[in-house]
């Protein structure tokens, strides 16, 4: 059989079981007692071992044979576990993520440090057996028995439940023949019935307290038989979901925006003629194309989850090696965003983590001495904001010392020596300035000025924004606000003189009349008051250095960032429209704040607007 053409689905799927076996052996070392990280880990490693082997991949299913062999010692009782073997453990998850990664380049063999490795999981799994021998679970007097558990129909979360449910056997018992199988419990058709066989010498009475205590358990049934199987090929059949290469949705994105394009021409025309037969025609296709946009974007939606389960890892090894005890939490996994904003938000926001967890979070000893816990928080959690989602990376530790901070960018000539004070958006100048570093000595962490500078870069080329608020002795926040979408996004045009500008319409939140009564000075800047808040102004005409007269009655703009505001004055307003972005080169003289272009309904080009570079 030729297994090559399974290349890129075990890839895949290697890499979800990896996330899997960091996220236990997280689990497990905060709680060495907790059984079921070991249990997901070794069921994990084994899983990787078995597609290893069907591929051909001879030296990765060695290292997960060998891991899986310390595994089992290790949940049967026969040895303790230690932090030193919890170690070892992730220096193997992590050989095994290199050999994946080695053998899809077509690389066979051990790689380097393979030999070591393999010997150090043979002697943790043999050496003082017998001395910490400890009964298993599974050892106990008791018979074993199948259970069958249905979950009560009208259940919110029916798979949730009945994972929670096979949790709270496993805390009494040893676990096996669980079918259908607990990936199951997340698909939409879930019926909320499964069963399993559970040896313990607990009584009949003991496990159903256990199974009822998840809550929404309509019935238990016991019995010395396993129940009739439901056939594979009916799962199978059953399944909603198939893998896509990325490459495809790409490239239907790319279709669909052209007929987003067609689309909004058609209609323009039609509207312009005014023929009866046109006109139906024209409004169907439209609803069509939407809708079939709609679909698109939906399917390219990835949750953020899947981005933050990188860091608990990385967080775990950079605080051992700073020698800080370290929390790391996150908030809001389920928060959606289009694949290629999220295949591009991870460097930025690893580049904030890595800075808070060196210069952000003190030593255990400084943080008691200064009347905090020995553990450091580091949080980063995502939110939804009407059409962007903010992603803010928070830490509780010592905050930015803003006079220190000032006295370096005044002494290295980044800011006037007039200023007195930085505020959040100049400190955040200051901080992104290439080459610009707080530490005090370049570490393998930080140090070398790039971080902020990286993470600000990328997040503009995403359209977004970067913000910073921070307060000393209590921690920084940096704020990541980004597009939804970068694909299609819905505009709001507007004129100035005979060109045609668009903004994007996440970052409008309200248009207004220009009034010359209301214009005020902010900072030796013009500024309109609107509502009693005072707004600074940009004018377009003025940006795009147009000439002539401009008319009696403005229209304006007003943007909105986070907390930040702009009033963009323009000649007037032209309606919305969805426009498809198109990233260009912008000509060496061209103003920094135009973020694209794109083609209008009547096939004519127009700039877009960088929002975040007007505020």
Request: glycine content about 8%; some cysteine; overall charge negative.
């Amino acid at each position: 059989m030729d297994v090559s053409k399974y290349a890129a689905l075990f890839l895949a799927e290697s890499r979800e079981h990896l996330a899997s076996c960091n996220q236990h052996l997280l689990e497990w070392e905060r709680d060495p007692a907790a059984t079921e990280p070991v249990a997901g880990l070794f069921r994990a490693i084994h899983t990787i071992k078995g597609m290893a082997a069907t591929m051909g991949y001879a030296a990765v299913a060695e290292l997960a044979h060998r891991a899986e062999n310390l595994l089992d010692v290790l949940r049967t009782g026969r040895i303790g576990v230690t932090p030193e073997l919890i170690q070892l453990l992730f220096g193997a998850v992590d050989a095994i993520a290199y050999g994946i990664g080695r053998a899809s380049d077509g690389e066979s063999g051990p790689g380097e440090g393979d030999a070591a490795l393999l010997a150090a999981l043979d002697r943790a799994a043999t050496s003082d057996a017998a001395a910490n021998a400890v009964p298993a679970v599974a050892d106990r007097p008791g018979p074993g028995r199948h259970v069958s558990v249905v979950i009560q129909p009208g259940a919110a979360m029916r798979g949730g439940r009945a994972m929670l449910a096979l949790r709270r056997a496993r805390g009494i018992g040893a676990v096996s023949d669980v079918a259908p199988a607990p990936s199951v419990f997340e698909r939409e058709d879930f019926d909320g019935r499964f069963s399993f066989r559970i040896d313990t010498a607990a009584g009949d009475a003991a496990v159903l307290a256990a199974l009822r205590s998840a809550g929404e358990v309509a019935d238990v049934v016991f019995s010395e038989s396993a129940p009739a199987r439901v056939a594979p090929e009916a799962l199978a059949a059953r399944g909603r979901q198939v893998r896509i290469d990325l490459r495809r949705l790409d490239l239907m994105m790319k279709q669909v925006g052209e007929l987003v394009v067609a689309r909004n021409r058609l209609v323009d025309i039609a509207a312009s003629r005014r023929d009866e037969a046109l006109e139906p025609v024209s409004e169907r296709i439209a609803r069509l194309v939407s809708d079939l946009q709609a679909e698109i974007m939906q399917s390219r939606m990835s949750p953020v989850g899947e981005v933050f389960e990188r860091f608990p890892r990385l967080v775990r090894d950079l605080a051992r090696d700073l020698g800080k005890q370290v929390r790391f939490e996150t908030e809001g996994d389920e928060i959606e965003l289009d694949r290629a904003v999220l295949d591009e938000i991870g460097d930025p926001l690893l580049h904030l983590i890595r800075n808070a967890l060196d210069h952000g979070l003190e030593t255990p000893e400084r943080r008691e001495a200064g009347g905090k816990s020995a553990e450091g928080c580091i949080r980063v959690s995502a939110q939804r904001e009407r059409n962007t989602v903010a992603i803010r990376v928070s830490d509780d530790g010592r905050g930015i010392d803003r006079a220190a901070i000032l006295a370096k960018g005044k002494r290295e000539g980044i800011v006037d020596a007039s200023v007195e004070q930085l505020t959040d958006d100049l400190l955040l100048r200051v901080l992104a300035r290439p080459g610009f570093s707080t530490a005090e000595r370049v570490s393998g962490v930080s140090g070398r000025g790039v971080g902020v500078d990286v993470a600000a870069t990328r997040v503009r080329a995403l359209g977004g924004t970067l913000e910073v608020h921070t307060r000393r002795g209590e921690g920084t926040t940096f704020t990541v606000r980004v597009p939804l979408t970068l694909a299609i996004v819905r505009a709001l045009l507007t004129g100035v003189g005979a060109e045609r500008y668009a903004v994007p319409l996440a970052y409008v939140a309200e248009t207004v009349n220009f009034d010359a009564k209301a214009v005020t000075a902010l900072r030796d800047r013009e500024a309109l008051v609107v509502r009693d808040r005072v707004i600074p102004t940009v004018h377009l005409r003025q940006l795009v250095a147009l000439g002539g007269e401009a008319p009696l009655r403005r229209p304006t703009v007003i943007l909105e960032i986070g907390e930040r505001r702009t009033a963009l004055v323009v000649d007037a307003l032209l309606g919305q429209q969805d426009i498809v972005v198109e990233p260009f080169e912008a000509p060496r003289d061209m103003p920094t704040c135009f973020g694209g272009a794109t083609i209008l309904a009547d096939g004519t080009p127009a700039l877009i607007l960088d929002a975040a570079a007007l505020v």
